[in-house]
C-alpha cells in the first residue's frame, strides 16, 4: 500500500517498523499515554495512599491472637495485570503506656502477606518492635515495613493489625502519657501506601 496524506491530516499506508528507530520520543506522546505494557518490569502504574491522623488505642494481647485492625489505614487497588505485584509500605508511629513489645500483622482480604516462620509458641508477626516506655512515656517508636506481595487478579485489600504484650495499652499516633500542657507533647501521623508494580 502506497503511503498516503490524507486530506483529514492523517497518514496511511506506513507498515508496523516503518518509521525509523528514534523518530518516536517522549515528547511526542501524550501525557499518562504509555501503558503498562510499554513501562517495563519493575515500573509504578498506580499508588493508593491512607493517611491516619487520628489516635487509637489498644489493650489487645499478641500473644492471645486479639490483634486489632488499624482503622483509617486501608488501601483497595484493582490490579491490571494479574502477574503484577503490588508493594505495600508501612508506617507507624507507637507509644505504649508501659514497656512491651509492639508487633503486628498486614493482610490481604484475612490473609497474612508476609509473617515469620514458626517458632515454637511465638507469636508469629509481619513487623515487631520493643517500646521502653517505663518513666520514658514521651516517647514514641517508629515502626517501617515493606512487603512485596504477589496477590493475582482482581481487587485486593490492603490493612494491618497491631497489638502489645502483658497489660500494656499501645497506642498509635501519639506517646503514653498524652498531656495536654507540655510544649514537648508529640503527636504524629501512620500510613499504608500500596503500588501496583509491573512484572
Request: charged fraction near 15%.
Amino acid at each position: 500500500m502506497p503511503i498516503a496524506i490524507n486530506g483529514s491530516g492523517t497518514v496511511t499506508g506506513i507498515s508496523v517498523g516503518g518509521l525509523p528507530d528514534g523518530i518516536v520520543d517522549t515528547d511526542m506522546l501524550a501525557a499518562k499515554a504509555a501503558t503498562a505494557a510499554k513501562i517495563g518490569d519493575g515500573g509504578v502504574i498506580q499508588v493508593v495512599h491512607a493517611l491516619k491522623t487520628d489516635f487509637q488505642s489498644t489493650t489487645a494481647n499478641l500473644a492471645h491472637g486479639n490483634a486489632v485492625e488499624i482503622s483509617g489505614m486501608s488501601c483497595t487497588i484493582t490490579l491490571t495485570n494479574s502477574s503484577n505485584k503490588v508493594l505495600v509500605l508501612m508506617s507507624l508511629m507507637i507509644g505504649a503506656s508501659q514497656d512491651t513489645t509492639v508487633g503486628g500483622t498486614i493482610r490481604r482480604g484475612t490473609t497474612i502477606v508476609a509473617q515469620a516462620d514458626s517458632a515454637g509458641s511465638r507469636t508469629r508477626n509481619t513487623f515487631g518492635v520493643g517500646n521502653g516506655a517505663s518513666a520514658r512515656l514521651w516517647r514514641m517508636t517508629p515502626v517501617h515495613c515493606t512487603v512485596l506481595d504477589t496477590p493475582g487478579t482482581g481487587t485486593h485489600t490492603y490493612t494491618a493489625k497491631y497489638g502489645g504484650n502483658g497489660a500494656a495499652t499501645i497506642y498509635i499516633n501519639r506517646e503514653g502519657r498524652d498531656l495536654d500542657n507540655a510544649t514537648d507533647t508529640c503527636i504524629a501521623t501512620s500510613s499504608l501506601t500500596v503500588m501496583e508494580i509491573v512484572s
